[in-house]
């Protein structure tokens, strides 16, 4: 007995399909690798395009273990970046004014908001040490993004948004510090207590000017540095300054610094800036 029509059409089917799955075995392998490397090249380039807006991705998150909580005398790289034993650590949930950043005061008067903040941090830390810092995550340059407490517990991103010399970022946070910032801007302490930009817009603003904290303690390096030769030996006074630039450069990388600031506002030898 011959086959039905649809028996024929069956077996029509089935040659098809296997033909089909002949030709997807023959496929080369070489040509899967080369598309899913162009996949991931296109991948990387939008991440270094739009870097701002992306999540601070480090190819450490997916490799290695989890580096372990560290703990010791911290030298301040800015508000929210100190550095122990060799290890820059940037405060997780929070931003501060960064250290080439103006903010106004009361009365509307210009001030150094970003070192005003670096050395708030440097004088909290220093009533209480060592600082534990235990690991987040790393951002995109690298750093341990860690939550930080003095040796007496508190909270170091917790004081500088409460105290006004830092934002909650809520990117980060999630809202973690949004008490501790409305209480600094209902008491108007810090940069509340005037008006500033946030320090992600300002960035944004100043992109082609701005990197991570790369300074020495309290590193908040002139930007006629590399021009002029200053040194902190011998020590100076103010009546042996001779510019505002100078003074600023002394305060910010010189251990005598903080002498050239009398009254604690960030701002060294009065006269001269």
């Known amino acids: 007995m011959g086959k039905s029509r649809y028996s024929g059409r069956t077996d029509q089917w089935r040659m098809r399909e296997l033909g089909r799955l002949r030709q997807l075995a023959g496929f080369p392998k070489r040509l899967v690798f080369v598309t899913l490397a162009a996949m991931a090249a296109y991948a990387t380039q939008l991440i270094m395009q739009h870097g701002d807006r992306a999540p601070d991705l480090n190819l450490s998150h997916w490799s290695g273990p989890t580096p372990a909580p560290i703990a010791g005398v911290a030298s301040v790289l800015d508000g929210d970046t100190i550095e122990i034993r060799g290890q820059r650590i ?25 070192r005003r903040a670096a050395n708030a941090l440097d004088t909290f830390l220093a009533a209480s ?18 939550d930080c407490r003095r040796a007496d517990a508190a909270s170091v991103a917790g004081w500088m948004v409460e105290h006004g010399q830092a934002l909650d970022w809520p990117r980060y946070s999630h809202g973690a510090y949004a008490a501790q910032q409305a209480k600094a801007e209902a008491a108007k302490v810090g940069i509340w207590a005037g008006t500033f ?29 590399v021009a002029q030769s200053y040194s902190c030996q011998p020590r100076r006074t103010c009546s042996q300054i001779s510019s505002c630039d100078e003074a600023r450069w002394y305060l910010s990388n010189c251990p005598w610094g903080r002498k050239l600031d009398r009254d604690g506002d960030g701002v060294a030898c009065e006269t001269l800036c």
């Open 90 to 114: 940037r405060f997780n949930g929070i931003d501060a004014p960064e250290s080439r950043q103006y903010c106004g005061d009361a009365k509307g008067v210009e001030y150094p908001c970003g």
């Open 197 to 225: 930009q946030a320090p992600w817009d300002w960035r944004a603003e100043h992109a082609e000017k701005t990197q991570p904290a790369i300074s020495q303690p309290l590193g908040i390096i002139s930007k006629r540095q």
């Open 129 to 146: 040490r060592p600082v534990h810092c235990s690991f987040v995550t790393w951002d995109r340059y690298g750093r341990f993004v860690g």
